[in-house]
């Protein structure tokens, strides 16, 4: 089955710049999607196709793709980016899709 | 405003059905392909399945962990899409999302599964 990895967890202080990565275990690789959640709510859209970003996402938000993994990237970090963060995928059919583990961003 | 509702969690036993609803508004939903994404208590999120528009007959997908013994339906003239449980197993206790999987998401509705 299709999977994608990410780092259980990320710390950074503010101002800093936090990266998150996820792997996919094979090529090719489908679009990439990044979410935000926060407790108790519902994931949030943060990139979509990789790099694009929803109007209204704060442009120190963006993503890159390199090979078969995926970066968020969060410049300038700021007290209310702590969150889990959900990357997502599908297989090379494009059928199934796949979240990450998730990855907790802590800002210190 | 867009708007996805879920209703219909609850509790159910071991081996007992449910039937979630998500009414929508705000969207061209007969245009959309539904999906339905759960998170169990501390958990990720887990992909359960979609079903696509008419413009695609309709098709639908499940995660291997759901298959044979979830359904999801939709009807556009309701802009509603349903997730039928059935042979539900303690380890289906989640909070149960319909998305269109980009900008929307529903509140999620809960489902415990427990005797």
């Known amino acids: 089955s299709y999977e994608l990895t990410q780092p259980p967890s990320v710390s950074v202080s503010p101002g800093q710049t936090a990266r998150i990565t996820c792997s996919a275990d094979a090529l090719p690789k489908e679009y990439a999607y990044w979410y935000q959640q926060k407790p108790g709510q519902a994931p949030v859209l943060m990139i979509y196709k990789d790099i694009e970003r929803p109007s209204g996402i704060p442009e120190r938000f963006s993503g890159s793709t390199s090979g078969t993994t995926v970066t968020l990237t969060i410049s300038g970090v700021q007290a209310e980016d702590e969150a889990d963060y959900y990357c997502q995928s599908a297989d090379s059919s494009g059928t199934y899709r796949v979240f990450g583990g998730g990855t907790k961003l802590t800002v210190l | 405003d867009v708007q996805l509702v879920e209703s219909g969690g609850g509790l159910v036993q071991p081996g007992g059905s449910l039937k979630l609803s998500c009414v929508a508004s705000?969207?061209?939903?007969?245009?959309?392909?539904m999906h339905w994404v759960r998170q169990a208590s501390g958990k990720g999120l887990e992909w359960v399945g979609r079903i696509r528009g008419k413009a695609n007959s309709y098709a639908t997908a499940y995660a291997a962990s759901v298959k044979g013994r979830f359904t999801i339906s939709r009807d556009d003239s309701k802009n509603t899409a349903y997730l039928q449980m059935n042979s539900l197993k303690t380890d289906d206790t989640a909070v149960y999302y319909c998305?269109?999987?980009?900008?929307?998401w529903g509140q999620g509705a809960l489902v415990t599964v427990s005797s």
């Open positions: 998305t269109t999987l980009l900008d929307y």
């Open positions: 705000g969207f061209t939903f007969s245009d959309s392909a």
